[in-house]
């Protein structure tokens, strides 16, 4: 497995979403992609995908680390398993840490590149905010 081209694509959504450019974040998903987000529905298509991280980025989202813990391929799909830490700047000043874990399913396109076909995320607790108080819901 080409590992090193989908590190590439996960090196270039964290940038994406660092320069708060959400469209440049969605264009590592195929067209047809589906993502599935804690507590919202499923986000079909691109298009989709685009809104849900415009959304994350106007709520605050300012820094995202993915850390890959497992790889494997079979065929033109790969799969990725690994943990995610989000930062989202609160209104309030304060700053909001939401960890968990993660798992991507890659499809190799017709042009050779990979690019993301599901994902799905969950955080390990409520997210907690830097002053050590837990975000209320």
Not at 28 to 52: C, M, N, V
Request: hydrophobic content about 45%; glycine content about 8%.
């Amino acid at each position: 497995m080409d590992v090193s081209a989908i590190a590439r694509t996960k090196d270039d959504f964290v940038a994406a979403l660092r320069n708060g450019d959400a469209v440049a974040a969605s264009a590592i998903y195929a067209d047809d992609a589906q993502l599935l987000a804690p507590s919202a529905e499923l986000f079909a298509g691109r298009e989709a995908i685009t809104a849900f991280w415009r959304a994350g980025l106007e709520a605050g989202v300012s820094e995202v680390e993915l850390e890959a813990l497992e790889h494997d391929r079979e065929g033109g799909f790969a799969f990725e398993i690994g943990r995610y830490a989000f930062r989202l700047e609160a209104v309030d000043g304060g700053t909001v840490v939401d960890r968990g874990k993660y798992v991507v399913v890659h499809r190799r396109q017709d042009d050779g590149s990979w690019r993301r076909v599901v994902e799905m995320f969950n955080p390990d607790a409520p997210p907690l905010r830097t002053d050590g108080a837990r975000k209320e819901e």
